[in-house]
């Protein structure tokens, strides 16, 4: 890795979806100067998630026709071709993205953790990272969510297991379960347990479970709402809404799980599927906030601090929210064509990606109405 006094064009911190997805756009605008730092391996969110969680959106390999596949990240790449599965596992995905990795050759330099970013007055960035500093001109954040588990809700929370600390559900001991939190992460671990013959109770604020939005950012996916049909009819499933978890206590033979007005009992450590923070809290004075998410312009770049980009779940413009991956992946494109204009580099190749749908620069598009 360069040294401080050696400054890179571009860093890119994380090397999930959005950190490879923009190194490879970063690569073909010729960007000589860039490097990804990545404090596990390449995909090592994905790697992470439960053995038994698949990819909610769907693969399949359309790219020929001129539709990218929904889970891919770069052009001419498909999971469903690498895998032959219309829903890969995480493991699977994290395979993929090491392999367009290594067929882009992306320079990654993994094991090397990005501990924070400042501001230099002259312009770029120092980052300060657990093997040493280095310094940067744009700084391009891509740390993702899934390593940020909210795991302090209410009191008590400390006494649950976080979705994402579960290896595999078959590890769970036990027969009956409490899951708090009813949206895609807790109805999968829902899924998981009923087909493994668990009874199981899901206790959510709202009843996300029953909300009819349109958009799979705020209401079911098909996939789960298809997959929850099958284990609710086995009897197993208790979905209970308006119940907003208060506190979690220990009490003689296990824990209880109180609402505002009702409490439940369960012999085993309640399940908290309570979602992720965005990884965007590590640099939180680096941008203005508004109602809980960073600002940013209409190149994903901070408000607060130019040259500091945003790429992944956690970009947000008004109500569109880029949380899957057909929809970040929109905006790799926009954020290197701001850079690559500031380092005077040819924007050219970046008219493939406008043609493929990969350039998605009018956000008065986006909405989910469907005619019929
Ligand atoms: C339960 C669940 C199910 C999902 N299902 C789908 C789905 O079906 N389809 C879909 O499109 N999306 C899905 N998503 C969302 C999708 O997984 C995320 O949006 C995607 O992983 C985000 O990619 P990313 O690259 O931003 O983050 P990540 O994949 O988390 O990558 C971030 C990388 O940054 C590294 N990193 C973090 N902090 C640092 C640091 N300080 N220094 C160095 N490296 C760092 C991490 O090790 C990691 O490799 C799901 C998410 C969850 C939680």
Redesign the pocket.
């Given at each position: 890795m360069a040294k401080s006094s050696v400054p890179y064009d571009v860093v890119v911190?994380?090397?999930?979806?959005?950190?490879?997805g923009i190194g490879v756009v970063l690569q073909e605008l010729g960007v000589k100067r860039f490097v990804i730092?990545?404090?596990?391996?390449?995909?090592?969110?994905?790697s992470r998630?439960p053995q038994e969680?698949?990819?909610?959106?769907p693969s399949f390999p359309s790219h020929g026709f001129g539709l990218l596949d929904?889970?891919a990240v770069t052009r001419q790449t498909s999971p469903a071709i690498a895998f032959r599965r219309e829903h890969v596992n995480g493991q699977q995905y994290a395979e993929y993205l090491q392999r367009v990795a290594s067929h882009f050759d992306l320079p990654i330099h993994t094991g090397?953790?990005?501990?924070s970013v400042e501001p230099l007055l002259g312009g770029g960035f120092a980052l300060h990272?657990d093997l040493g500093q280095l310094r940067s001109q744009f700084v391009i954040w891509?740390?993702?969510?899934?390593?940020y588990p909210r795991t302090h809700t209410f009191p008590g929370a400390e006494h649950c297991l976080h979705?994402?600390q579960v290896p595999s559900w078959t590890e769970l001991k036990g027969d009956d379960f409490i899951v708090i939190g009813g949206y895609?992460?807790g109805m999968?671990a829902a899924a998981n347990l009923v087909t493994l013959g668990k009874t199981v109770r899901v206790l959510d604020r709202s009843s996300a479970w029953a909300d009819p939005d349109t958009d799979p950012s705020i209401a079911l996916?098909p996939y789960t709402a298809q997959r929850l049909e099958m284990v609710y009819r086995t009897g197993r499933l208790d979905l209970v809404g308006n119940a907003a978890v208060e506190a979690v206590k220990p009490v003689p033979g296990g824990y209880a799980v109180y609402s505002e007005y009702q409490k439940w009992v369960t012999a085993h450590p309640p399940i908290l599927c309570t979602g992720?923070d965005t990884?965007l809290k590590?640099i939180a004075p680096l941008f203005d906030w508004s109602e809980g998410h960073a600002a940013l312009t209409d190149n994903d770049e901070s408000t607060l601090t130019p040259g500091l980009f945003v790429?992944?779940?956690s970009v947000r413009h008004g109500d569109l929210i880029f949380?899957?991956?057909?929809k970040?992946r929109q905006r790799f494109a926009v954020v290197a064509s701001a850079i690559a204009t500031r380092l005077r580099l040819d924007t050219t190749p970046l008219e493939t990606y406008r043609r493929e749908g990969l350039f998605l620069d009018d956000l008065s598009c986006c909405d989910n109405d469907c005619v019929c």
């Open positions: 911190v994380g090397a999930g979806a959005a950190g490879i730092l990545e404090r596990h391996q390449v995909g090592a969110s994905f998630w969680m698949h990819l909610i959106t929904l889970n090397i953790d990005v501990k990272t891509a740390a993702g969510e899934y390593q979705n994402s895609e992460s999968d996916s992720f990884s590590l790429v992944g779940p949380c899957f991956i057909y970040f």
